[in-house]
């Protein structure tokens, strides 16, 4: 045995409701979340991490009306559970994502933040709102990949694809629901299992191919850099070494199929005797389990379990697995025993020693205007890396400094954070405020509570 452990992030239909309802008060599961959610609301996708900590939460059949919402939730189940996982010393020694799931896996491994894979997985969401025909769907046969080509040939329907080369006995076929339901006939007269995906759109699939622009605009609103752990790309076909590797992985992954069954035969060869599943249900690990038969696997989120229930399981079975019930309450405890901001009272008369008096006092508990804009100016510049000097008061983020709306709408969640102030209405009209003043002025609004422009 070689005790190599990779832990695997699922893509589509991999939702329970309330998967996490054990672990929503874990400090670190829930600044994962708390990201997640304050920078989804810019888009109009709220109660993410709900879908999550809440046992009656909508069901799968619910969510996959809401593809973009279902993938957000996906995406948080994957990052907050490896939270979970990483507590109890199961970090993984090789990060894998399958579909959607590389974006977790980048984000795990360190590649890009958790804010930024949720601005990646919205952003995709945005371009499948275009004009163009997309819907469509995929469609699992229990058959290896060269027959289900055949398959495929057979129909001759120019939309069908091989998606996804899941297993020795899996492969997933993607296209038009004409083409996928003509499959489905010769399945059934073959008598092989053919199976719909939680999918409404066809998705590793070349229809998907003159969308790469836009993804590339979309990635170009967050900064990328090398992975700090291991990270494999069925995508590429080998390991993510460089920002160009994260970029590609996002950019290709609408059109480019899934090739999960080789990347398993390769991590065999690299050792990887382990197999864990960092998602709700167990898809995966049933993948690993047909092409590595003598591959322990485990899928700690396949239900609803408590801390113990898990702690148990992965102690079990992981090798070097820690104890994370303890963990657990370690984080609880420190989290609870973190001081206070000190709040002693001041004497008026040392106070006004101290310092200045503002230059326009107001009761919302930012700096007075000026200082709030050359802040921003501050925090806007050392994060695209500009001159401090381009950020005057009129300059147009966008027109002007090419600060794309992503970047920005990144920018502003960090501003939020920053202030403590509460998240915006869902549909706040984010072009309404092209300037840094224009910013303040809005931030000034939100933490008053007064009325801002929306769509």
Request: glycine share 6%; aromatic share 6%; net charge negative.
């Amino acid at each position: 045995m070689n005790n190599r452990t990779a832990v695997l992030f699922p893509g589509q239909g991999a939702y329970i409701p309330g998967i996490l309802a054990e672990y929503g008060d874990s400090p670190r599961v829930n600044q994962v979340l708390s990201d997640i959610d304050r920078t989804s609301a810019q888009f109009g996708y709220t109660d993410i991490s709900a879908r999550l900590v809440e046992p009656d939460a909508p069901k799968l059949d619910e969510l996959m009306q809401r593809p973009t919402e279902l993938s957000l939730v996906i995406l948080a189940a994957s990052l907050a559970g490896y939270e979970v996982l990483d507590t109890a010393n199961v970090s993984g020694d090789v990060l894998m994502g399958h579909s959607v799931g590389e974006v977790a896996a980048l984000a795990a491994g360190g590649a890009i933040t958790a804010a930024d894979a949720t601005l990646l997985v919205c952003g995709r969401g945005k371009v499948l709102e275009q004009d163009q025909d997309v819907s469509g769907g995929m469609l699992a046969v229990e058959v290896p990949p060269r027959r289900a080509e055949h398959m495929r040939a057979a129909v001759d329907d120019w939309s069908l694809a091989i998606a996804a080369y899941n297993s020795a006995r899996q492969t997933v076929l993607s296209g038009r629901d004409d083409g996928l339901r003509a499959v489905e006939r010769v399945a059934e007269t073959l008598g092989i299992r053919a199976t719909r995906l939680a999918s409404l759109h066809p998705f590793h699939n070349p229809i998907f191919a003159p969308f790469e622009g836009w993804l590339a605009e979309v990635a170009d609103g967050i900064a990328a850099r090398p992975p700090t752990r291991p990270v494999y790309s069925p995508l590429l076909g080998r390991y993510v070494n460089t920002v160009e590797d994260v970029r590609r992985v996002y950019v290709e992954h609408l059109h480019r199929p899934v090739r999960f069954l080789q990347a398993l035969r390769e991590l065999e060869e690299d050792g990887v005797d382990v197999f864990v599943e960092c998602g709700a249900r167990q898809a995966l690990v049933e993948l690993a389990r047909q092409t590595v038969p003598s591959a322990t696997v485990v899928a700690p989120f396949a239900r609803r379990m408590s801390a113990r229930e898990l702690d148990e399981q992965l102690q079990r079975v992981v090798p070097g697995a820690g104890d994370l019930t303890a963990a657990l309450q370690r984080d609880r405890t420190d989290e609870a025993a973190r001081p206070a901001p000190d709040v002693r009272a001041v004497p008026a008369q040392e106070l006004a020693a101290q310092q200045p008096p503002p230059e326009a006092a107001d009761d919302s508990g930012l700096p007075p205007h000026d200082t709030l804009v050359t802040e921003l100016a501050e925090l806007f510049a050392s994060s695209v890396g500009y001159p401090l000097e381009v950020f005057t008061e009129d300059a147009d983020l966008e027109a002007e400094l090419g600060i794309s709306s992503m970047k920005q709408i990144e920018l502003f969640t960090k501003v939020l954070d920053r202030y403590g102030i509460p998240n915006p209405p869902n549909n706040l009209r984010m072009r309404a405020y092209p300037t840094l003043p224009a910013i303040a002025a809005l931030l000034r609004q939100l933490a008053a509570g007064e009325p801002v422009e929306t769509r």
